[in-house]
Structures are given as C-alpha cells and as structure tokens.
C-alpha cells in the first residue's frame, strides 16, 4: 500500500474512526483501524461489534493494498502533524508515515482478520435532511432507558409507514414521540440502538442529506452522512404498545415561558438532589407553583405566572377548573422526577411549552409549542400519604 493524503481530513476522518475502536483484550484488532486503499480512495474503518464506521477519503494512491494500525497511536501521530500532505505506506507488517519534518514507522496487523464493515447501503434507502433527522433523534435520546435488563428500551423505535417516519423512546418513566415527513415510501418496524443513535446525532455536520436503510434478515442498520456510514444491529423484540400511554384526552392545560419554568425547576432541584430528585407542582387559577423539600437544606417554593385553562372548554383561558381546585382546594400536588423535567425543558426549541394532564397520577404530556410535532410524557410520582 502506497498513497498520499491530506494531513487534515486524514486527521478528522481518524478522529471520528477511533471512537468505535474498543481494547478487548480477546480481540485486540478491534483497538486497530482499517484502512484499504484502491481507486484513488482511502477507506478507513473500525468497529467495537456493536457499531461500525467507514470512511470514504480521496487520496492519491500509487499502490492498493490494506493494514490494520493501533487507532490511538496513528490518531495521535497525524493529529500533531503539519498540515499538508503525509505519505501512507507498507513494508509486510510496518507502517511507513511521512510528512513535512516527521519520519516515524509503527507496527500493524495484517487486514484479513478484521471484521466485515458495510461500506455501502441496503437495496432499498431511505432519504431524510440531516438536520431534521439528528435534531429529531436528539429529542428521543434522554428518554431511552439505560437498564440493560431491559434491552428492549435501550434504542429508539423506528416505525416507516407510508412518507412519514415515527420515532418513539421510553425509559419506562416518560416517553418522546415525534412524526417525520418523508419524500419517499417507506414501510416497516425497527428499534435502532442508543450508541449508533448518538453517533448519528454527533456527525450530523458531515453532510445536508442522511441516507439509511435497514434489514430485517441481517437484522441491520446502515446509515449515511456525506462520506461517513455507520451501521450497526438492530434490537430484536417487540416494543411496548406506546399508545396506550398517550392519554386521549385531558382536562387542564398550562401555558408557561420556558425560561421561567426552566429557572423554577433548577432552583427546585438543588433541595430535591437529597429526596430522590422529587419536585412538586401546585396549579393556581393564573400561576404554578414549583417546590422542593429537603431535609438537610430546608424547602423552598418558586410561583411563576401560567396560563390554565380547561381543555374541555376550547378557547377559554384562566378558567377555573376541577384539578386545580381539587389541587389547591385539598393542598395535594404533582409530583415529577426534576430531571426529566429539565431534560425536555433544555432540548426544547421554542421559547413557551403547554401541560396537559387529568389527575395527580395519569401521564402528563409536555408539549413545545414551536415543534408541534413532537410529543413529550412523563408519569408523575406517587407521594407517601
């Protein structure tokens, strides 16, 4: 293998690779990147056998051929050259590395016993703008479940039916829902994992337009940004019935500025950090009250100005209704998690949300008014009598 290439899309393109290298002492080529030159490309590749990326360089190649090197040494060595070009190439088992003012030669493993990595998508791909898909999937990552006895939980639901695309995430706690148009048809079910979702979400800058496709029988996701694939296993299982969770209808709905809510939530969390991060919310007839209660820290209490109104009365505002009577009436409050709160408050992208909900204990659904198509619930906590 011979070949000349850019020290800095070498060193970014090396960057993105090493994330997916992993130091498994049973399989120490998997701490190695691929790299194959031929037809005046250089691809570069690496996997932890749960994700795998490969990229896509153009490069002036001499002479094809392929090796795999130690990822964090050869990452290290091209990120601290000059900028310019530096020269690839083998002699057996040695990497040969030259740049402007560097000579170095590092120790490599033959290529054959590297693992498989897609380089190309399925048959049938599916097209989407970046941008709007890294953004949407952004939204579902706080809500999947870290329990990995619930392996199920751990990725996103990926429903294609007909030109739209539905994304679901839950942790068992609170669930994200969001629809996306698409410009082709599509039909089908898959649960993406976590891991490939975040890596989706972190290379979104690498192109305009995001390809992906999936197999079943491989049981497979590829997707593509620009020069950069990523593909990982899909995870087997049936995903919760996730609309009936979705309450049908409800009966109180608050209007409320972000900003406030956000502020009144972050003050509450530093009292509720010593009981269990539980926060509680009081609905007055114009106002919400947030408050905390801590046993080493005292209690505190913050009163925003809101919107109530009842649902069943559209186009009414400030209406007296039935929750917060019985609310206020009989000093009960709703209790919630202060970091799921926080959660969708710091990824929303409007500036007010709206809170609907029917009793103390049924699932309320947060909504930013400026992404209608995106759905947020969190279950309350059920307080000690």
Known sequence: MKLTIPQESFAKALNIASRFTTPKVQLPILANVYLSAKKNTLSISATNLEISVSLQIPSDI??????????????????????????????????????????????????????????????????????????????????VSVDESRPILTGVLCILKNKELTLVSTDGFRLSKTTLALDTE????????????????????????????????????????????LSSRLIDGNFPDFDRIIPKTTTTTILVGKSDLLRAVKIASIFAKDSANVIKMKIGESDLSISADSSQKGNEETVIDAEVSDSNKKGESNTTNHLSIALDGTSQAIAYNCKFIEDFLSNMIGDELSISLTTPSAPTIFSDLKDTGFLHIIMPIKLQS
């Open 62 to 143: 001499t002479e094809d051929g392929d090796i795999t090197i130690p990822a964090r040494t050869l990452t290290d060595i091209i990120t601290n050259l000059k900028k310019g070009d530096v020269s690839i190439s083998t002699d057996d088992a040695l990497v040969l590395i030259k740049a402007s003012g560097f000579n170095g030669k590092v120790p490599g493993m033959p290529g054959d016993d590297f693992p498989v990595v897609p380089k190309e998508l399925g048959k049938t791909a599916i097209s989407i703008k970046t941008a709007d898909f890294s953004d949407a999937l952004s939204k579902m990552l706080y809500a």
């Open 186 to 229: 599509g039909e089908g079910t898959f649960i993406v994992p976590k891991g490939i979702v975040s890596e989706i979400v972190r290379t979104k800058d690498e192109g305009d337009t995001l390809s992906f496709s999936y197999t079943k029988e491989e049981n497979q996701f590829i997707c593509k940004i620009g020069n950069t694939i």
